[in-house]
């Protein structure tokens, strides 16, 4: 059982295309963080969400934290090829310090 | 600030052999966790340090090990190799907790 589900699992759309990654669980997070990771290297920080409700913007990036603290989504405006990589979802479950659980991934690819 | 750092970043070895990897966590960072990343299984987590004390553990045998000195850098340790423990393996340095993890460019190990 995935106690972290990330839907949709493959993107693959045009530049300029919007688009929504989800990220769902049974379990409140204390917190939850998205990275962006490209191939062959470790996966980077984009934004940690903390407060329930809570929406945080990168540039075209919107992030947003359910009431509930158990899900959240990431909202890509006017996607460029830049944007093409694997984003992954993770928080912390309970009392596990240290310990990220993570998505199973969205892999984005957007074309020029 | 220098960013995590993980040491080698490639390496190649084959079934029954043992291998350590490095990392050297960002300064001031206490907490450094290690992830296992599979296409199969996604990140999975190892185990945590702090202050050179192993406080959590993933779901992996024994084979697995790691440990932490006195100026935060750690090392994980993989003995008997299977083709099975072929994956980019990951880890990240945090100020403990539940705060934001950052990772390293990770090991990329490949077993014969």
């Known amino acids: 059982t995935q106690l972290l589900e990330q839907s949709p699992q493959f993107l693959s759309i045009q530049e300029g295309e919007n688009l929504t990654v989800y990220c769902n669980s049974s379990?409140?997070?204390?917190?939850l963080q998205w990275y962006r990771q490209e191939p062959g290297e470790g996966p980077v920080l984009l934004v940690t969400?903390?407060?329930?409700?809570e929406v945080k913007k990168l540039k075209r990036l919107t992030f947003q934290f359910g009431d509930a603290r158990k899900d959240s989504s990431l909202h890509i405006t006017a996607a460029q090829p830049g944007d093409t990589g694997l984003y992954l979802c993770?928080?912390?479950?309970?009392?596990?310090?240290?310990?990220?659980?993570f998505g199973q991934g969205t892999i984005l690819t957007v074309h020029p | 600030k220098a960013g995590v750092t993980q040491t080698p970043r490639y390496l190649i070895k084959t079934r029954g052999q043992q291998v350590t990897l490095s990392c050297s966590p960002i300064?001031?960072?206490?907490?450094v966790s290690w992830y296992q990343q599979t296409p199969g299984q996604g990140l999975q987590f190892l185990f945590e340090?702090?202050?050179?004390?192993?406080?959590n553990k993933g779901n992996f045998p024994g084979r697995f090990s790691g440990r932490q000195f006195s100026n935060s850098r750690s090392e994980m340790n993989v003995s008997t190799l299977e083709l099975g423990d072929s994956a980019l393996y990951l880890c990240?340095?945090?100020?403990?907790?539940?705060?934001?993890?950052?990772f390293g460019p990770g090991t990329r190990l490949t077993v014969l």
């Open positions: 300064s001031g960072h206490r907490s």
């Open positions: 993770a928080g912390y479950i309970g009392t596990s310090y240290g310990k990220l659980t």
């Open positions: 340090y702090f202050s050179e004390t192993q406080r």
């Open positions: 969400v903390v407060t329930g409700g």
């Open positions: 990240a340095s945090s100020l403990g907790g539940r705060n934001e993890q950052f």
């Open positions: 379990s409140v997070f204390s917190s």
